[in-house]
T-cell receptor, first 113, second 116 residues
Framework: DAGITQSPRYKITETGRQVTLMCHQT?????MFWYRQDLGHGLRLIYY???????DKGEVPDGYVVSRSKTENFPLTLESATRSQTSVYFC????????????FGDGTRLSIL | AQKITQTQPGMFVQEKEAVTLDCTYD???????LFWYKQPSSGEMIFLIY??????QNATEGRYSLNFQKARKSANLVISASQLGDSAMYFC?????????????FGQGTRLTINP
């Protein structure tokens, strides 16, 4: 029962570099989400996807790109990393029923120097 | 705009006491859902309890219950007989429907510390 896995768990990179965070779920959930967690802000939605090939912006999408060619994968790319993108990133997935919770991965701690 | 407010940045409680974590919400949508998550120091997000806006009774899950007061727009989490392992960050979240997806809007969280 792998559930939802994120990789890498930790990443250090430099400003201006491209970095991709991976998210893989084994439940065949239709919905997938990317959040970032910063002190004082709780979790904020970056992008989400209702199904393969359907993605949409969340609250803080600037500087990020997503794709979803397969139901089980939802990678998040920072095309040119900035220090303000230093954060903990969480991927989540859920079924389409409204009363069902989102299930979260363990997070990726990203530091941009 | 939908918003979740958690007014208690931190709380300290003696072991075995009950604790109430506050959550107020703002939405004009008559259909919504409220979730509570626990985030221990290890960092993972653990789902605790759910309350739907049309649910007639307050939700309960083991030691967790949700004090849902619709008119006040509050959805407080009550933990009975607190344990040391309850020390964690707690987030209240509201389901928001948009473009075919059930998104969540989170509050800023409350850090709960259980003292022995």
């Amino acid at each position: 029962d792998a559930g939802i896995t994120q990789s890498p768990r930790y990443k250090i990179t430099e400003t201006g570099r491209q970095v991709t965070l991976m998210c893989h779920q084994t439940w065949s959930h239709s919905y997938m989400f990317w959040y970032r967690q910063d002190l004082g802000h709780g979790l904020r939605l970056i992008y989400y996807s209702a199904a393969a090939d359907i993605t949409d912006k969340g609250e803080v999408p600037d500087g990020y790109v997503v794709s979803r060619s397969k139901t089980e994968n939802f990678p998040l790319t920072l095309e040119s990393a900035t220090r303000s993108q230093t954060s903990v990133y969480f991927c989540a997935s859920s079924v389409s029923r409204a009363n069902q919770p989102q299930h979260f991965g363990d997070g990726t701690r990203l530091s941009i120097l | 705009a939908q918003k979740i407010t958690q007014t208690q940045p931190g709380m300290f409680v003696q072991e075995k006491e009950a604790v109430t974590l506050d959550c107020t919400y703002d939405t004009s949508d008559p259909s919504y859902g409220l979730f509570w998550y626990k985030q221990p120091s290890s960092g993972e997000m653990i789902f605790l309890i759910y309350q739907g806006s049309y649910d007639q009774q307050n939700a309960t899950e083991g030691r967790y219950s949700l004090n849902f007061q619709k008119a006040r727009k509050s959805a407080n989490l009550v933990i009975s007989a607190s344990q040391l392992g309850d020390s964690a960050m707690y987030f209240c979240a509201m389901r928001v429907t948009g473009r075919g997806a059930q998104k969540l809007v989170f509050g800023q969280g409350t850090r709960l510390t259980i003292n022995p």
